[in-house]
């Protein structure tokens, strides 16, 4: 990257292509080795594609302990989540299963609009309420529970937040009941241990550009024994079982499966490695003052999501300029709309709107953080010394409004 280039820490929004991923990739794309479609198997062009998708189908089950059987190819997480909620949900629905569906108000858009379909067609949706710190528990979850409840979704990793579900638990607590258990694991595959075999989990989402391979392609994980049924949300050809029809991309599917084996080999170093880089950018950011962590000390790896106190957001953005993070909120001139996963936490709008995310990857260095560090500083210091705000702050030493205990709220530091 040229040194004209922001530092990027946007990693939770996509990863960088990785290298070996790459080199696994241009065979399929240069040669004619790489024409054949795997759905024609009659000659050894297509035989040859074949063996290499079901080599990458073993490659990303492996990653989440799941069976190879079980892995169905979509174009990215958010068609894995859209055919997985809507359809196990309406499959269930018009074989007078129920029509009850449980969620979280901090799900990715990508099954909150499913849901929203749902209800358009009759199905009833709970959104369970999470903790100030964005944190659902087991309880919860077993308490929202009907005789009716045919679906429960829940993401592994928060994309905002980065915080952790109990996923295992949840699924532990369902296992008695013949709600389908659906989770996304877009944030959290590759930098955290996924097992969906282990957990009893009916549902997992995936998407490669999230672990360092090829945008395009993802992947949902079907549990395949007992079978569990779907209804497909597109239909010809009866590709993938009939779930996700089409002619398999298998460049992007091979690079998907070399994202998959490269992040499983690495996975507890790289783990260990993102904990240390996202701590060292918390206590960094945390000695500026007036800084709260949107999220929890244990969230995933990878991501820290700070407000804060006595700035603008669209004002801290335009002076972060040397850094590619991603707001807290969307703003514009004519609307703003704050993080709907803030908002459910209970983060205030003013403090929601001056939020952002920095995401890590292993490809980040210690020397890029410190430079984001750095950076936010120096624009705290020049939008602050204008900021009636920040004054007030300082001289009340009041906690920020939205802050919630145990979040990693900075009260005081080196500026103000």
Known sequence: MTADWPIYLDHAATTPLDPQVLEAMLPWMQSMRGLGNPSSTGHCYGQHAATAVEEAREAVAALVHAEPAGV???????EADNLAVLGAARFAGQRGRGRHVVSCRTE???VLEPLKQLEREGFEVTLLQPAADGSLTVEQVLQALRDDTVL?????????????????AIAEGLRDHAAVLHVDAAQ????????VRGWGVDLLSLS?????GPKGVGALYVRSRPRLRLEPLMFGGGQERGYRPGTLATHQIVGFGKACAVAAAGLDADAARLVDLRDRLWSGLARQGGVQRNGRLDGAPHILN????GVHGEALEAELQGLAISAGAACSSAEAMTSHVLRAMGVADDLAQSSFRFSLART???????????????ALERLRAFSPAWRRYCETGAPMQGGAPGNGFSPGGSKG
């Open 152 to 168: 429960v979704s829940l993401m592994h990793a928060n994309n905002e937040t980065g915080v952790v579900h109990p996923i295992a």
């Open 108 to 110: 990715h858009k990508a």
């Open 208 to 212: 490669a550009h999230k672990l360092h």
């Open 72 to 78: 169905v190819w979509t174009s990215g997480a958010t």
């Open 364 to 378: 980040t260095t210690t020397s890029e953080v410190d430079r984001a560090v750095a950076q936010t500083a120096d």
């Open 306 to 309: 700070v407000a804060f106190v």
């Open 188 to 195: 959290s595959a590759g930098r955290l241990p996924v097992d």
